[in-house]
């Protein structure tokens, strides 16, 4: 993807160095347990991206992923705010080429959905990155690198630490800047969601509903990020290179759910997706590519 001569965002935080994010993890109602002893269970049957399935969905609604419940119990902790290193976002995004392109995807996933919600007469608040290493805080608890990237919609901002973008490649065979960009802008999807509201109403709707009732929610809330995703590729289309949208889909089937169980070597639970298959991130990812319109990516109508 050619973004060499895009600017990068002024909306970039940089915790990288700071030493951590201790103190700053989930609170209160439902007993929560140890973030370590979660990882290390999860992390033993999954891997990286698994993790991201259970804990990423998690804080996209704001939701204490390890409190019980079926997924709607539990309140986030206090919400303070997380260290930086002192770096500007033009120091941050200066550090090394991966940090570079990172922020002008975010750079350029902002111009594109500001002028989307200008067309419809709305105002577009933009999202932060922050970067972290290994470990960092945010407002929707401690962050660490086997997270995966996410999105915390309490304070607006996604989390990324680079790292990530060698385990896509080497672990999951996702190589490529568009599978990169894919990852930023498929947080921008939840962004999006929360500002127009909708995340709320379905975070509404999961605390009425089963646990797979829940995690059926969930799975259409993280395919419209995967379709939103498309859009903004759509409204990039000259920037796209040959093989960008290959390097798409494949970072989309890799990390599906029933691919990510299989690899697991356990047999597909429907009932236990949160983020759809391979052949459904696949499919909205491409959706959004080939409209270029966020109105194609209601995936509360109708079946998936």
Same mark, same amino acid.
């Given at each position: 993807?050619?973004?060499?001569?895009?600017?990068?965002?002024?909306?970039?935080?940089?915790?990288?160095?700071?030493?951590?994010?201790?103190?700053?993890?989930?609170?209160?109602?439902?007993?929560?347990?140890?973030?370590?002893?979660?990882?290390?269970?999860?992390?033993?049957?999954? &891997?990286?991206?698994?993790?991201?399935? *259970? =804990?990423?969905?998690? !804080?996209?609604?704001? #939701?204490?992923?390890?409190? %019980? /419940?079926?997924?709607?119990?539990?309140?986030?902790?206090?919400?303070?705010?997380?260290?930086?290193?002192?770096?500007?976002?033009?120091?941050?995004?200066?550090?090394?080429?991966?940090?570079?392109?990172?922020?002008?995807?975010?750079?350029?996933?902002?111009?594109?959905?500001?002028?989307?919600?200008?067309?419809?007469?709305?105002?577009?608040?933009?999202?932060?990155?922050?970067?972290?290493?290994?470990?960092?805080?945010?407002?929707?608890?401690?962050?660490?690198?086997?997270?995966?990237?996410?999105?915390?919609?309490?304070?607006?901002?996604?989390?990324?630490?680079?790292?990530?973008?060698?385990?896509?490649?080497?672990?999951?065979?996702?190589? &490529?800047?568009?599978?990169?960009?894919? *990852? =930023?802008?498929?947080? !921008?999807?939840?962004? #999006?969601?929360?500002?127009? %509201? /909708?995340?709320?109403?379905?975070?509404?709707?999961?605390?009425?509903?089963?646990?797979?009732?829940?995690?059926?929610?969930?799975?259409?809330?993280?395919?419209?990020?995967?379709?939103?995703?498309?859009?903004?590729?759509?409204?990039?289309?000259?920037?796209?290179?040959?093989?960008?949208?290959?390097?798409?889909?494949?970072?989309?089937?890799?990390?599906?759910?029933?691919?990510?169980?299989?690899?697991?070597?356990?047999?597909?639970?429907?009932?236990?997706?949160?983020?759809?298959?391979?052949?459904?991130?696949?499919?909205?990812?491409?959706?959004?590519?080939?409209?270029?319109?966020?109105?194609?990516?209601?995936?509360?109508?109708?079946?998936?």
């Amino acid at each position: 993807m050619r973004l060499d001569d895009y600017r990068t965002s002024d909306n970039v935080e940089d915790q990288r160095g700071t030493g951590g994010g201790g103190g700053l993890g989930f609170g209160g109602g439902g007993g929560g347990r140890g973030l370590g002893l979660i990882m290390s269970l999860i992390g033993s049957k999954f &891997g990286i991206v698994g993790i991201i399935v *259970v =804990i990423g969905g998690a !804080m996209l609604l704001g #939701i204490n992923p390890f409190a %019980g /419940g079926g997924g709607t119990g539990g309140t986030i902790g206090p919400q303070r705010q997380a260290a930086t290193n002192g770096n500007s976002a033009e120091q941050s995004c200066a550090v090394d080429a991966v940090s570079r392109f990172s922020c002008q995807v975010l750079a350029s996933n902002e111009d594109t959905w500001n002028a989307i919600f200008q067309a419809s007469g709305e105002r577009f608040t933009p999202a932060r990155l922050v970067f972290y290493s290994n470990q960092g805080q945010s407002g929707c608890g401690a962050a660490q690198s086997a997270m995966g990237p996410f999105y915390c919609p309490s304070d607006n901002r996604i989390y990324l630490d680079t790292e990530f973008f060698s385990e896509l490649q080497n672990r999951f065979n996702a190589a &490529g800047d568009f599978a990169q960009a894919y *990852v =930023i802008a498929h947080e !921008m999807g939840h962004h #999006i969601q929360t500002i127009t %509201g /909708g995340a709320d109403k379905i975070r509404a709707a999961q605390q009425r509903a089963s646990e797979a009732e829940g995690n059926a929610l969930q799975v259409r809330m993280e395919l419209q990020a995967d379709c939103y995703a498309g859009v903004w590729a759509a409204h990039n289309r000259d920037r796209l290179e040959p093989g960008d949208v290959e390097e798409g889909m494949t970072a989309a089937n890799a990390i599906g759910d029933d691919t990510l169980q299989k690899a697991a070597g356990r047999r597909p639970v429907p009932e236990s997706f949160t983020h759809g298959t391979s052949a459904q991130r696949m499919q909205w990812l491409k959706r959004g590519i080939e409209t270029g319109d966020p109105a194609q990516c209601d995936t509360f109508a109708g079946t998936l």
